[in-house]
């Protein structure tokens, strides 16, 4: 209960309002215990408030009396005042939940704690009142009243009572500002007839006192109603009905409760108080309200897609219903039905029909079906597959039969054959056996005929390999060829049985959902380690108990809470029912080491917490759902027919192809293995995390007294125990953000273990097997773990749209892409491995980029203290502020790169041995990645080196030297020399590479000076292995050759312009020595410093002998990639500090000096270059500002790209409750950001083109049997096969940009954005203006040069 007015603060109110006695000696008493609903009593209320607040007397039909004291303004006043009134920063509603919890009930409370105003509790006051006459009317018409008693009643008893003085001062000021006196109104009774019968009567006070509460109830649910999204779901209002806003918005006229007249006041005075003109729609975030509320829409449809499922899952078949049944009834109240049209889809009941289907439950079905025809949807294949379930789960009766017989003339009827609804449906566990089984009750002889899947491309640059495709069905004996069969080369050397000992080891790890590995940290252990580990382990089990004791409690109290809310509305609760309690204690346990193992400088946000264990718990679910839906076993039948393919290679198809054929082979039982796993939405996540991070905060203790050695042993009840995690706060940027801590106690513990291993969640390790093709953008990667196609952040969903809407074959480029470098198996190179953990251990070295552990930072001088006396300046104390920042920057930087490297070489090791696989995806542009983020071969050149083939081919006869040039390519030292030179100075220096090999940390370390030194010392090994052997041609080599692009973006810049000069420039033509861009554009730099310098400007003369090529390569590297000016003078700036001759003074001037120099000379030499990067920056500014609508555009390849970049803002959520809030940033229905969107188009076409680039050679070189991995725009492969690869890679960039690739963009962006005819006004005003420049840019293609493309098929140094 509300105890919201105490005994002093209701003396404090009635010793203010001191109103005087009455002609008639009527007295006025005070109700403290409820409310009434008597009119007359509600005008006292009334009076109250407006002398409260002081707001201006409301127009009534018997006027208040004159208050001379109050301090109400005028009505020219209170306009003045709305003119200069501010907008304000809306205030987010805050609620106080209470719970009581008995043995027979539970009861909860939701009080909204906000500032109410006037207008909406006197518009609920009236409305109340003008309900109570009408009662009271209707009463007397049925005559329930006898006699004229109330109308013989003295009109001055009617009149509001009049408050002589209002002394605001001596009311308790604490009461007006927390507003607590609202929740318990004091009601002022007159002396009529029905107020004495009330008191008279306790079960009439009793009456009324159930009936505010109420009414209270009411107006809470109505502010927490209002945080839920209207969808358009609102019931419109009749005519006569008073629109419920805040009470204290507007002071209600009085009403005369006698006064016959009350229909005209209805009449004539409602419209007055409730009339609102329409707002203008204002939002930072949607163009219009209708795609706001669309937006909104489109989250509420995600979210109970969602629901659904888990509800079915959770075999709460009654929530589903009951929440289908509810969004059903707003639907019908909706206010715009237009909006709510697709809300409730087919699909949405499909969930549902196969979860009683599941329980044999028909009568559900008949149920649902009326439902279906009152909503007007039509059954489609999956509703009639839901159907021949449900019966085939009963009894064969005679009516049973008759029913599988109508439903099948019933859907034969409206189009749908049995093949195609077997064809089309997605089954899980049995259904399908169970349809199938039904349907040969009626026609035993029915066999489905599946539909087989489409295997070729549909893209002009790709459909010549259609030709090695065999048609679904055809004989495979057929697959005799060696020339057909090359495809399978880089697969070959694993035997079935290996392969499916792999795929064991990988499920087990998967199904566990991590792997702990011993860590290569070298640490000395403490004395009382073995002490410390006891009593963590005693500490875990404790724990364990715990974490499942408040599981418990906490969701039978959110059961508790379900049960008295009703059913039409999605909860936590729900989600949180979906796994057993032992998983959830797992995944706390997880966490809380992870937590307690943190570092000093970072820890994890409040926020971030939530959305990680919630990630967490939504990863365990879909791994257990494939557990009991029979997908794990599916998979496990197709692996093991894939690896009889790898075992035989008599196989002429792709990893994507051979996937399609065996699933398509095994449809005639089991689940369906296409189905899309839909992510749990973000805010559903962030509400199950929540509740975890509430046990982790709440119930893990830890006993402070635990370290001490000679501590007595005390029982659980008489420690002290204290929580084990805190928060704290903490500024990041200009936010303040709340990070999770564990207790020092804690984090002593887990040093003094010293555990010594590692642990790492199962989707972020290399795969033990060849890695599930990609056949569908939902299915591949990780065998059982869920692997995302595309990297995106998750408002993103406009790509996904564009992905599904689109043809599937124009995705198989990129997915087959994705494939071939998941299929390459990897191995570790152990004899650099150990060479690098060796510098590791020993403290690493700054010089060979091995991270150094943050201890080694030397410490800062002895602070200064600002004593009288002693001198010390501000600016010297400011200076040490400063630079202890800047340590304390310093030590986080490296220790974040010490775990990393510690991560790195912990994984390699427990690699070292085996083989390994790593899946792939990619981001939004195309560009791809490795899964894995720890162990791949991207990355710095301490990663890369660590990395060899498994596979191991024959040198050949070229294969020696491409290893020299390879290694000489490493170092940097000859990039302006032909390949002869380079090969020529490694038959020099070989002595030094044998020394490197040989003596890598005592010798010379001639590798030590490269520019890649890891990558060289590798490479020095692998020769001087070649050196000594007898046959170098016959060498089984293991290691990656690379042939790296030349600025391969301004190569695309080039080739798209046809820009000759720059195609020179970029080594797109041949050459007899490899032209540097960079140096060249030193020399355009230097030539113009020179001529500053001789004219007299300062900071040229301070450049002389600076301007080097090392120090703009990486601006000119990025120009094309979008870099800004500020960006470039940093780029710059750093390279000046690292050089040690240049003054540090002029560091900043230089920078901003060769900035713009390095800016100039590249628009002189690059001018198509330009003209194409400026018509993509003016295309992206117009599309975003004049549309509002993201940049998208279609890759050569078919796939379909959307930038991700809109105008957010920082929204409240509410951290408690139980209805999962359906709002979601979604980035098709919201405003882009332009300056985003125009700034990153250019650099991102141009990465989806080299992305396209790279598939089509690693497509070919798959069909040729060469072994292809891509960094990007480097491309590696075997020493043996690097000439096919040249040959390839140079064949696909000619093929690439031989297609009309800016036509086709600017056909597909006038389609897509271009306004028409009769959208323009021709009023001459600045949208029209803006919206006729649009058409007009997107038509204006950049002119091209006469570069002749072909000419790169004969460039030495294109790729090398």
């Known amino acids: ?158 009149q509001p009572v009049e408050y002589q003085k209002i002394d605001m001062e001596a009311l308790d000021g604490s009461i007006l500002e927390s507003g607590i006196y609202d929740d318990r109104p004091l009601l002022f009774f007159g002396k009529d007839e029905y107020t004495k019968q009330i008191i008279a009567s306790p079960e009439e006070v009793q009456n009324i006192l ?146 009683y289907a599941g329980k044999g439950s028909f009568e559900r079905f008949e149920d ?31 009516q049973n039969q008759h029913k599988l017989t109508q439903y099948i003339s019933q859907a034969e009827d409206e189009g749908f054959t049995l093949n195609q609804i077997m064809d089309k449906s997605k089954f899980v566990a049995d259904q399908r056996d169970i349809a199938l089984d039904a349907l040969r009750r009626i026609r035993p002889n029915f066999t489905p005929v599946y539909v087989p899947p489409l295997l070729g491309y549909d893209n002009e640059l790709l459909n010549h390999l259609n030709d090695h495709v065999l048609p679904v069905g055809a004989d495979t004996e057929a697959r005799t060829t060696d020339a057909d069969c090359a495809i399978m080369n880089s697969k070959r050397g694993y035997s079935k049985a290996k392969l499916e000992q792999l795929a064991r080891d990988q499920l087990k790890v998967e199904l566990d959902g991590c792997i702990t590995i011993k860590s290569i940290e070298k640490t000395k252990e403490f004395a009382n380690a073995d002490k410390c580990r006891e009593r963590l382990k005693e500490l875990e089990q404790s724990w364990r108990k715990q974490i499942s004791t408040a599981i418990v409690r906490d969701l039978n109290t959110l059961r ?168 704290l706060f903490r500024n990041q940027g200009r936010l303040v953000k709340e990070e999770v801590k564990p207790h020092p106690v804690l984090s002593r513990l887990l040093r003094g273990s010293r555990q010594q291993t590692l642990t790492f969640d199962s989707n972020l390790v290399p795969m033990l097997c060849p890695p599930q093709p990609w056949s569908t953008p939902h299915n591949g990667g990780y065998l059982l773990n869920k692997s995302e196609l595309i990297r995106l952040p998750h408002q993103a969903i406009q790509q996904w749209e564009r992905i599904r809407a689109s043809n599937p074959q124009h995705l198989y480029p990129a997915l087959d892409s994705l494939n071939q470098l998941a299929s390459v198996p990897w191995r570790v190179n152990t ?107 991207l990355g710095s050149d301490l990663a890369r080196s660590m990395l060899i083939f498994d596979q191991a081919q024959p040198l050949g006869v070229d294969g020696f030297s491409w290893l020299k040039l390879h290694c000489i ?50 490479c020095c090994m692998e020769i001087a292995n070649v050196y000594r052997s007898p046959d170098p041609a016959a060498y089984m080599s293991r290691f990656p050759i690379h042939q790296d692009g030349s600025c391969n973006g301004l190569q695309h810049y080039a080739a798209l312009g046809r820009d000759k000069a720059g195609a020179y420039s970029v080594n797109l033509a041949p050459s007899p020595i490899p032209q540097d861009v960079y140096s060249a554009v030193a020399t355009l730099v230097e030539r113009g410093r020179k001529a500053d310098a001789q004219n007299g400007l300062h900071v040229a003369e301070a450049l002389a002998g600076f301007v080097r090529r090392k120090v703009i390569k990486q601006t000119v590297m990025t120009t094309v990639y979008g870099v800004t000016r500020y960006g470039a003078r940093l780029q710059i700036a750093r390279q000046l500090k690292d050089i040690d001759d240049f003054p540090k003074d002029w560091v900043w001037p230089a920078s901003t000096y060769l900035t713009t120099k390095t800016f100039e000379s590249l628009r002189e030499m690059f001018t198509s270059t330009r003209e194409i990067q400026d018509w993509f920056t003016e295309c992206a500014r117009l599309i975003s500002g004049v549309c509002s609508q993201n940049v998208e555009w279609i890759t050569p390849l078919g796939l379909p790209v959307v930038q991700p970049y809109n105008r957010q803002e920082i929204k409240h959520t509410s951290r408690t409750g139980l209805r999962v809030n359906a709002n979601m940033s979604m980035d098709m229905y919201e405003r882009p950001n332009i300056l985003k969107q125009k700034n990153a188009f250019p650099p991102n076409f141009i990465h989806s083109l080299d992305s396209s680039h790279m598939m089509l050679t690693s497509l070919h070189c798959e069909r040729k049997g060469i072994t292809f991995v891509s960094v990007h725009d480097c491309f590696w492969t075997h020493a043996c096969t690097v000439p096919e690869l040249n040959r390839s890679c140079r064949e696909q960039f000619v093929a690439l940009h031989s297609q009309p690739i800016l036509e086709q963009l600017s056909d597909f962006m006038r389609n897509t954005y271009s306004f028409k005819d009769n959208d323009f006004t021709n009023d001459g005003s600045v949208e029209d203006l803006s919206k006729r420049q649009l058409n007009r840019t997107l038509k204006q293609l950049p002119q091209k040069g006469d570069f002749e493309l072909r000419n790169v098929l004969d460039s030495i140094y294109f790729f090398s």
């Open 1 to 158: 209960m509300y105890r919201l007015l105490s005994s002093n603060r209701a003396a404090a109110m009635h010793k203010v309002l001191r109103a005087p006695p009455t002609a008639n000696g009527t007295t006025t008493a005070c109700c403290d215990c409820g409310g009434t609903f008597a009119s007359q009593n509600f005008v006292h209320y009334q009076q109250y408030y407006q002398m409260l607040y002081r707001q201006m007397p409301a127009i009534t039909a018997t006027p208040f009396a004159h208050r001379p004291q109050t301090t109400a303004p005028t009505q020219t006043e209170a306009e003045s005042h709305g003119k200069k009134k501010r907008l304000r920063k809306p205030r987010y509603a805050k609620y106080v939940e209470l719970l009581e919890v008995t043995e027979q009930t539970a009861s909860e409370r939701k009080s909204r704690v906000k500032r109410l105003k006037s207008k909406k509790l006197a518009e609920f006051i009236q409305k109340t009142q003008m309900q109570i006459l009408e009662k009271r009317a209707r009463e007397e018409k049925r005559g329930l009243k006898k006699g004229k008693v109330g109308l013989e009643l003295d009109m001055s008893q009617r």
């Open 210 to 355: 159930k009936s505010f509460h109420n009414f209270r109830d009411i107006i809470e649910s109505m502010g927490s109603e209002q945080q839920e999204a209207d969808f358009g779901l609102s019931a419109p209002k009749p005519a006569d009905e008073l629109e419920v806003v805040d009470p204290f918005e507007t002071i209600e006229p009085y009403i005369n409760p006698l006064d016959k007249s009350s229909p005209a006041v209805t009449a004539v005075v409602v419209p007055n108080v409730t009339a609102k003109s329409k707002k203008r729609f204002k939002s930072k975030v949607h163009v219009n309200e209708e795609q706001e509320r669309l937006s909104k829409q489109r989250a509420l449809q995600i979210n109970l897609h969602t629901y659904l499922n888990v509800c079915v899952s959770a075999n709460m078949l009654s929530r589903a219903l009951s929440t289908i049944i509810a969004y059903r009834s707003r639907i019908k109240k909706s206010s715009s039905p237009r909006l709510t049209e697709g809300l409730l889809t087919i699909d949405l009941y499909n969930i549902l029909l196969h979860g």
């Open 969 to 1018: 390519n490493l170092t940097g030292l000859k990039k302006r020399d032909s390949v002869r030179e380079r090969l020529l100075y490694a038959e020099e220096i070989m002595p030094e590479i044998l020394d490197s090999a040989d003596n890598p940390l005592t010798g010379g370390m001639w590798w030590a000076k490269s520019d890649a030194p890891w990558q060289t010392l590798g």
């Open 560 to 727: 508790a809470q379900v049960r008295f809310k009703p059913h039409g509305y999605m909860n936590y609760y729900t989600y949180l029912k979906s796994l057993d309690t032992a998983h959830f204690a797992d995944i706390l346990i997880k966490e809380l080491y992870k937590l307690g193992e943190g570092s000093e400088t970072f820890s994890p946000t409040v926020g971030q917490l939530y959305k990680e264990l919630g990630e967490k718990v939504q990863q365990r679910y879909q791994i257990e759902q494939k557990k009991h839906n029979g997908t794990l076993e599916k998979v496990g039948e197709i692996y093991s027919s894939y690896c009889d393919l790898w075992d035989s290679g008599n196989n002429q198809d792709n990893a994507r192809q051979a996937w399609q054929r065996l699933v398509h082979e095994q449809r005639e039982s089991g689940p369906s293995m296409d189905l899309p796993e839909v992510p749990w939405p973000s805010n559903v996540l962030a509400g199950v995390g929540r509740f975890l991070y509430n046990i982790l905060m709440r119930d893990i203790k830890i006993d402070p007294h635990i370290m001490r050695q000679k501590s007595k042993l005390k029982t659980t009840s008489s420690q002290n125990l204290l929580p084990a995690f805190y928060t």
């Open 831 to 937: 004899q650099l491995l150990d060479v690098i953990i060796e510098v590791f251990q020993n403290g690493g070295d700054a010089k060979l980029d091995v991270p150094q552990p943050p201890t080694s930072l030397p410490p800062l001088p002895t602070l200064l203290k600002n004593s009288e006396g002693s001198g010390v300046s501000n600016a010297d104390l400011a200076k040490q502020f400063r630079e202890k920042l800047g340590h304390r920057r310093k030590k986080a930087e490296m220790y974040s790169l010490w775990c990393d490297a510690l991560y790195r070489l912990s994984l390699a090791q427990h690699y070292r041995d085996k083989v390994f696989w790593l899946p792939h995806n990619m981001d939004f542009r195309g560009r791809v990645y490795p899964v894995p983020p720890h162990l791949n071969h």
């Open 368 to 398: 649902m079906f009326k439902l279906l025809e009152e909503d007007g949807l039509t059954f489609n294949e999956q509703t009639y597959a839901a159907i021949f379930e449900c019966l085939g789960r009963l009894e064969p009766d005679e």
